[in-house]
Structure formats: C-alpha cells, structure tokens
C-alpha cells in the first residue's frame, strides 16, 4: 500500500539521537507531525532522543489516508517504538488527539513504558458513532477537521478533507483501546482542553478514570481548543511535560 503523493512541506518526520532516555511524540488524525513539533524540539533540546514519526497515510493527501488502516497507524508508532528501544534505556510516549489514542495503546501493550502524556486523547467520540450506526448512504469525504484552534494566527498542517472510511478505523481503534484502559499502570500526565471541538472532555475523565496507574494526573488546559500543541497553552504542556519526564527518570 504504498503512498501516491508527495510529503506535504512540513509534515515531515523529527528525531533527534541525544542520550538514553527517548520520548516518542504522536500526530492526531488527519494531522501531521507539524502539531507535535515544537514539543519535540523542546524536548530535544533538553537532552531527550526524541522520534516524531509521520502515520502512514498522513501528510500526504486525504486519498492516501482512505487507503490506511488503524492497523497501519499502530504500525508506524510500534516502528517508531523500535527505533528508540534501539537506542534508548527509558521510553515515554505522548501524542495529541488520535495520536494519544496510539499513546495508550503502546502503554496497553509495552508496560515498560515509563510514563505516557496524552493531549485531548481520543477514546469516545459519540458523534462518529452515531453517524456509524445511521445508515443510509454517507458521503465519501467529510470536512477537515483540523486547526480546531483559539489562536487566530496559527493553522494546523492537516487534510482539507476528512475520509468516512478513516473515521469507521478511527472508531475502531478507539474501542479497542477503551476496553484495554485497565492494562496501564504507568504513571499518567492527561492534558485536557476545557472547550474542544473535536474530542469532547469527558475523554480525559473516561481516561484518569480507566486506567490502573497510581501515579496519574490531569491538567486542564484553559486556554486553548484542540490542537493544544500549537495554542496559547503550548507551554504549559511543555513545562509540565518536562517537569514529568525529569522526575520520573532514574
């Protein structure tokens, strides 16, 4: 199933080889690894290996992603995953939207994870299943829905169009991944918007509320929608972030 257009400009993949402690970073759907970058530098500036891989399918072109499936997406995190494991000693993951989804199901499936960071994670979102269960005939594509942004300056490197065949998968992965939540037990920073239109919050409580982990916490983000990586809270995520990583390092 290879990809029949060229990478978008920007939407290229970012690692860095730094020392034994690696964070792998997550796009959403339809997204790229341009919503993941600026933690990524920053975490790579502060001395993390740092892998920020692009999900198949994705930033290229909206029939590239009706191609894929959530098979292929776990695929390129797990390959991503391999590559620090290669290099790194302590592994931590975070992603943003359906990118947090991935995030929980690497922790589902590698307990020796150290400590993931969900964004605006995506386990339940009623709207797609209710449009699932409709019936009747849906459009092929729907719209974009990206740059779901408080910032009025900045826009998210996304598709223009949403694939119904990428949502059916994307409906997929998030029930396969809610049923799991009892498998984590690392520790947990869940960020959370408190106006979101594209998750609804609930998510983030479904999530603190699934998971095992002892050490788990949710910061509420006030001041941004979903695409809390490039909104006015961009920092906030990083500094706590960062505060997380460095404690729970040996």
Not at 109 to 122: D, F, K, W, Y
Request: proline share 6%; hydrophobic share 35%; glycine share 8%.
């Amino acid at each position: 199933m290879n990809e029949q257009y060229p990478v978008l400009r920007g939407a290229e993949p970012f690692y860095a080889e730094n020392g034994p402690v690696g964070v792998l970073l997550v796009h959403g759907f339809t997204g790229t690894p341009h919503s993941m970058r600026p933690l990524a530098e920053a975490y790579a500036q502060a001395g993390y290996t740092v892998c920020l891989p692009r999900l198949k399918g994705h930033g290229t072109h909206y029939e590239d992603m009706e191609r894929t499936t959530f098979h292929d997406w776990i695929a390129s995190v797990e390959e991503g995953y391999e590559w620090l494991k290669q290099r790194c000693e302590t592994i931590f993951v975070t992603g943003l939207s359906m990118g947090g989804t991935l995030t929980l199901y690497l922790a589902e499936q590698h307990p020796e994870i150290r400590g993931i960071v969900p964004i605006n994670a995506a386990v339940d979102i009623p709207a797609i299943t209710a449009g699932m269960a409709g019936g009747g005939e849906v459009p092929r594509y729907l719209d974009s829905i990206g740059s779901d942004l408080k910032k009025p300056d900045v826009k998210e490197l996304s598709y223009e169009k949403t694939p119904t065949a990428s949502l059916f998968q994307l409906a997929q992965l998030m029930e396969r991944v809610k049923k799991e939540l009892g498998r984590i037990a690392c520790p947990a920073l869940i960020f959370v918007s408190d106006e979101d239109h594209v998750v609804p919050p609930g998510n983030g409580d479904i999530i603190f509320q699934g998971i095992q982990s002892p050490d788990k916490e949710i910061v509420r983000l006030r001041n941004s929608y979903h695409v809390a990586t490039l909104d006015y809270d961009q920092q906030v995520i990083i500094e706590r972030s960062l505060q997380f990583l460095a404690k729970r390092v040996d």
